[in-house]
């Protein structure tokens, strides 16, 4: 009985920390989601991707707009469909699927991103 209590409160502390760290896949897409760019893309036959931010250097709200900025350069981009959030390390835009295939679309994600120090992961690919 005494180690079946202990066995719990253990796997309570070490859970713990884990539930409210605040940088899961659902915060990141949460903290760039913005309805209005999803209504636009499914309306236009368009996806919406959710990426991770990854840094390698110090950020703060310029390096927000320059990779807007420089995301929005990109020619399969939907033009104000763009969605950096640093804190969270979200990013996430709309795009014409028939422009780009998603190996593609990642790469040049990537590269877009590549001088202010950070890299994309992929969180969710979809119309929503």
Do not use: W
């Amino acid at each position: 009985m005494k180690t079946t209590a202990s066995l719990a409160a253990c796997l309570i502390v070490i859970a713990a920390p884990a539930a409210g760290c605040g940088y899961c896949v659902e915060d990141k897409v949460a903290a760039a989601y913005d309805h209005a760019v999803v209504a636009l893309a499914q309306a236009r036959g368009h996806e919406v991707v959710y990426l991770s931010l990854e840094f390698t250097q110090p950020v703060n709200d310029d390096t927000a707009r320059a990779i807007k900025k420089a995301v929005e350069h990109i020619a399969f981009v939907d033009r104000g469909s763009v969605r950096v959030a640093i804190d969270a390390g979200g990013l996430s835009l709309a795009f014409d699927p028939k422009r780009a295939p998603a190996g593609a679309m990642l790469a040049s994600l990537d590269r877009a991103v590549a001088p202010f120090g950070a890299r994309t992961a992929l969180l969710r690919f979809g119309k929503s």
